[in-house]
């Protein structure tokens, strides 16, 4: 608990917490990186799933590193909302609950890419991990929002 309190009162966490802009920036740069993020990642699981087929799932592979910068910004903008109230955050079940799914979907976007270039577009394998992987962004998605009211 002391560790959570010292990252609230550095001077990110005060003017995260007390300038009006703070919060609201770091939140903006928040679903900006998330759309990033989650634009690439949903498209390309849609695709596994039957769904734009006429573009090859290879082809999305020039888009995860727009992904990728959007993840960053989700970082870095995570952490800087994080510490402004790390206290509560720390010990909120739907944040954590967050961070564990979108690092279950990190992990199952990664098998559904590396089951496609193994067993093909439309293996029961890439499909079933594009299922989980879409799952668990969404969720990520819903449990981030719910943050704000538990
Ligand atoms: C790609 C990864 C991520 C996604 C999809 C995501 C999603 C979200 C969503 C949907 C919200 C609600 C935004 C709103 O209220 O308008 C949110 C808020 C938040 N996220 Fe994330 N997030 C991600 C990564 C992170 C990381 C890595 C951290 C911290 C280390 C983090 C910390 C937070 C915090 C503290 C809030 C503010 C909650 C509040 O309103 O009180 N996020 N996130």
């Not at 939140?27 to 573009?55: E, P, Y």
């Not at 989700?74 to 720390?90: C, D, F, K, P, Q």
């Not at 577009?121 to 819903?142: F, H, Q, R, Y």
Request: hydrophobic share 55%; charged share 10%.
């Amino acid at each position: 608990m002391a560790f959570f309190q010292w990252l609230e009162d550095t001077g990110l966490g005060v003017y995260m917490r007390e300038d009006p802009w703070g919060f609201a920036i770091a939140l903006s740069a928040h679903s900006i990186g998330m759309s990033m993020a989650l634009g690439v990642v949903i498209v390309a699981t849609l695709r596994a799933l039957n769904v734009l087929r006429q573009i090859p799932l290879q082809a999305h592979a020039y888009l995860y590193p727009t992904a990728w910068a959007g993840f960053i910004v989700n970082l870095i903008s995570g952490l800087a909302l994080y510490v402004s109230h790390a206290t509560e955050y720390s010990y909120q079940v739907v944040f954590m609950l967050k961070l564990g799914l979108i690092i279950a979907g990190g992990f199952l976007f990664k098998a559904m890419i590396d089951s496609a270039r193994d067993f093909g577009d439309d293996a029961g394998k890439t499909k079933m991990m594009a299922a989980l992987s879409l799952s668990c962004w969404i969720l990520a998605i819903i449990t981030g929002r719910l943050m704000a009211y538990f």
